[in-house]
């Protein structure tokens, strides 16, 4: 909650150079917390779907699919967000140039953040629902 | 009860076939467990559809049961498919020339004189249409032709065994059941199944103590016997069917100059139950008979055949179960479970009522094997094991042709490989032993395994909800196989949406219910693991 504090304190005023340092770090830090933000969705969507019967049971492919759209999802989220609202309130020129960078790495880290963690989530509870994210498919 | 006591079954005729199979299932739903079974089928027609049905079952739970180590597999504990049945078959072969019937079996056909001791000591016991019909449908309700034949067929068979000359496997398998019977000695329980009013049962329930005995004295010549505190029970069990009434027409010829007519099987009843009360062999051999009856109409077997003539015997031969015969196999389980009574030096008959109220009979899980912790265990067994049905054919479509326990594997494959040894003709069988004991749709059309053959006979309730009985399609789609029970602590955890299927599955993915950590269950190979966890993990998902 103090990274996302923070970044809505910076964005009040338009930054210079000077602030963009501090700005690169926090916008680190929040695309890890999106990262998390979004792996609890797909934990809590994965465990809704219910377990299915029958010749061709279609749960597993379900969270598998929702896992993967809320993972594109989280750049894309991450990506909108900055572009909106912490890259209207940065000074074009040297500043802007130095944070595009980052503006453009951080989406990836999220992305990043989110496959490693949910790998690591399904092998620790591969006898869960979450269990099925990394599955082979029968 | 004896910890060494070694137990038998000898399941005779078409309705001792059918209690087989009821036995068998009780086998399956691990009412036995921990314990072997040797099972002796003894029939006069090795065609008939009733018992190639019960022998081609018990061979498909054995192929379950099957290890490396035993073609019969291990007794198990606190699982589905927990008791060893070791199959013994024998028919006293009336197919072949020379041996159709009692005339040529005699050889009184041979006799010139018309007024030798034979000749006229068979005329004086038998007619003429009783002396010379085909005697490979069996003994065709005269049961005093066919004590005589029982008892001789066997005393034969046994004077075969011990010439050792020109012997088959199917005679083998009579020699093996006669040396487990001597080698149990004094620990022999052994329980007959068969019905009082028709031929071949009642004509060798009376008989076959004595008969097996004398075989063993004929075959150990002289020094083999079945031991002198091994215990017999049997069911009595009157009249519970009916079938077309035999024309005229069919009983001109000679073959079928005799067929049973079941408007007599209240009177035959009546007279063999007199003759069991009044005669001091069956009174000395017996410590426990069991007296089942049916208060209520007979069902009627030739109901919707179209048949042209009455059934005799034969392929056709392949009636429905009824209530009756699981009301036989819960006697077998008493006698194999109590003690009481069985010091008795002349047989006691047992007995139990029902409730039937306003034209419906209502059995609970309280009305088969005793109430109390026996009641319990019996609602448990039966619950999980239609639980475990409806997993594999309603819940994974087993039913509809689909391999049921293959589907239901995949899910617990998801999260081990424990079980990846369990080939498809494992799963397939399994699936295949559900449909017999459950039911199966073809083209949209229902057909009833056992248990709802058993259901169709009881016009109440039958220990589940009325709601767990439905053979509707769309409705079988939508049942919880956790909510069979109209108890609701009897029901599984289940959600708010979605019911007990998703909750269950948790749970069969839980390690507790690995057998690993059940030490008793006695599973030791792959197959008889996976039996185990479906069963634990059932058990987990009891509501308590």
């Known amino acids: ?138 | 009860m004896s910890k060494e006591k070694k137990c038998f079954i000898i399941g005779i005729g078409g309705t001792g076939m059918r209690c087989l199979e009821t036995f068998t299932h009780m086998c399956a739903m691990g009412l036995y467990d921990g314990m072997e079974f040797n099972v002796l089928t003894l029939d006069t027609d090795f065609t008939n559809g009733n018992k190639n049905r019960t022998e081609n079952l018990i061979k498909d739970y054995n192929n379950i049961k099957k290890t490396s180590d035993s073609e019969n597999g291990a007794a198990n504990n606190d699982s589905f498919f927990s008791a060893k049945i070791n199959l013994f078959e024998f028919v006293t072969d009336y197919n072949a020339n020379g041996r159709k019937r009692f005339s040529e079996l005699t050889n009184l056909k041979s006799e010139n004189d018309d007024f030798s001791d034979s000749k006229l000591l068979s005329e004086l016991f038998l007619s003429e249409d009783v002396q010379n019909f085909d005697l490979s449908h069996g003994y065709r309700a005269q049961t005093h032709l066919g004590s005589y034949l029982m008892y001789h067929a066997i005393t034969d068979l046994a004077k075969k065994l011990k010439s050792g000359v020109d012997i088959k496997d199917g005679e083998k398998q009579f020699e093996q059941f006669l040396n487990l019977l001597y080698n149990a000695k004094d620990d022999a329980r052994i329980f007959v199944f068969g019905s009082i009013f028709g031929g071949t049962g009642a004509s060798s329930i009376p008989v076959i103590p004595k008969a097996l005995n004398d075989a063993l004295d004929i075959y150990g010549d002289g020094k083999m016997f079945i031991g002198k505190d091994a215990k017999f029970g049997a069911t009595l069990l009157t009249e519970y069917f009916k079938f077309k009434k035999p024309a005229d027409s069919q009983k001109s010829n000679r073959d079928n100059a005799i067929i049973a007519d079941s408007s007599f099987f209240t009177l035959n009843s009546q007279a063999a139950l007199q003759f069991y009360q009044s005669d001091p062999t069956v009174k000395k051999t017996y410590q426990k008979m069991y007296h089942v009856g049916w208060p209520i109409d007979p069902v009627d077997y030739s109901k919707g055949k179209n048949e042209s003539k009455t059934i005799t015997g034969g392929e056709a031969q392949k009636n429905q179960c009824h209530i009756t015969e699981l009301m036989c196999g819960s006697a077998a389980w008493d006698f194999f479970h109590s003690d009481r009574f069985l010091s008795e030096t002349e047989s006691v008959y047992l007995y139990k009522s029902v409730r039937y109220e306003d034209n419906s009979l209502n059995l609970t899980k309280d009305d088969f094997i005793g109430d109390g912790d026996n009641g319990e265990l019996f609602g448990k067994k039966f619950g999980n094991f239609v639980a475990f049905m409806h997993l594999v054919l309603t819940k994974n479509d087993g039913a509809l042709g689909h391999d049921g326990v293959n589907l239901l594997l995949k899910k617990i494959g998801e999260v081990t490989d424990t079980y990846s040894a369990l080939d498809q003709q494992y799963t397939t069988l399994l699936t295949k032993y559900f449909r017999s004991f459950g039911y199966s749709i073809d083209k949209g059309v229902f057909t009833p395994g056992w248990l709802y053959q058993i259901k169709n006979s009881v016009t109440g309730k039958l220990v589940l909800d009325s709601s767990a009985w439905t053979t509707v399609t769309k409705e079988l789609k939508k049942l919880d196989a956790g909510q069979l029970f109209t108890e609701k602590e009897l029901h599984w955890k289940s959600k708010f949406i979605g019911g007990s299927y998703d909750p269950f599955i948790s749970t069969l993915k839980d390690d507790d219910t690995l057998p690993e950590n059940n030490k008793n269950q006695n599973a030791n190979v792959t197959h008889e693991k996976f039996i185990a966890h479906i069963y634990n993990s059932i058990n987990a998902s009891i509501n308590k």
């Open chain 1, 1 to 138: 909650m103090n990274n996302v504090f923070t970044i809505l304190l910076i964005v009040q005023k338009k930054m210079n150079l000077r602030d963009i340092d501090g700005l690169v770090t926090n916008t680190y830090m929040f695309a890890v917390i999106t990262a998390i933000v979004m792996l609890g969705l797909a934990i809590l969507v994965a465990s809704m779907i219910q377990y299915q019967s029958g010749a061709s049971p279609k749960d597993r492919m379900k969270r598998k699919m929702w896992f993967w759209i809320l993972g594109i999802l989280t750049p894309i989220i991450f990506y909108v967000y900055n572009l909106t609202m912490v890259m209207p309130n940065i000074k074009a020129g040297p500043a802007m140039n130095k944070f595009f960078t980052h503006s453009a790495l951080s989406p990836v880290v999220a992305f990043a953040i989110f496959v490693i963690l949910g790998v690591v989530v399904s092998k620790i509870f591969k006898r869960k629902k979450v269990g099925n994210w990394f599955n082979k498919v029968n």
